[in-house]
């Protein structure tokens, strides 16, 4: 039970790999808010992980939604120790000159604005406290680039040069910020991708196999705890040896 104690928020905690981690953490002993705008969905998960886990709407693209789910963290466990930035579409496989500013916004809005709202929203609390931990799930396409997926690559880019920056912000402040970068994870985002989109991920990972949502989980709950002491703006892969730099 290492986070016997601890509160931690998981943003698109509903489902797939936020799901995953939600209940890693649930069960290792953290109190846990599952964010989600589906609710409904996100209460189902909540109560599949027990121990006082409750479940909040949050759209992550809103500083008013976070500011009310800050609200309902701070009056059910008065405070927040771990935050997992893990909501994100994948949004439509297209060359660029296809895609319309609609569709690159919302992209960005969701998958690296949403990152930089809950860091903002909780990081001065943790500061306060003097302890925190903040895990951002970013994606292999930031570091390589994926063709047909622009506003998702430079979005994931982006969350990578986040996590670095803030983590420096707040390098001797007691809070330890950094990031995961999956390759392609056997989730429902795999439905918005085409079938080239799916076997061109794949086809480059070296271990020839998609990742599962427990083990994006299980590397997550590392960088949550207490083990993790000396490690700070670090972009963890986990890739299947796709990336090894």
Partial sequence: ???????????????GIGAAIA????NDGARVVVADLDIEKGNETAATIGNGAIAVKLDVTSPESWQAAKAEVEKAFGGLDILVNNAGIAGRAAPTWELSFEEWKQVIDIDLTGVFLGCQTFVSGMIDQNYGRIVNIASIAGKEGNPNMVPYSAAKSGVIGLTKALAKEVATKGVLVNAIT?????TEILLQLTDDQVKYMTNRIPMSRVGQPEEVAALTAFLASDDLSFSTGAIFDISGGRATY
């Fill in 1 to 15: 039970m290492q986070f016997d104690g601890k509160r931690a928020l998981v943003t698109g905690g509903a489902r």
């Fill in 23 to 26: 209940t890693r953490l649930g």
């Fill in 182 to 186: 999956p390759a392609v994870i056997a």
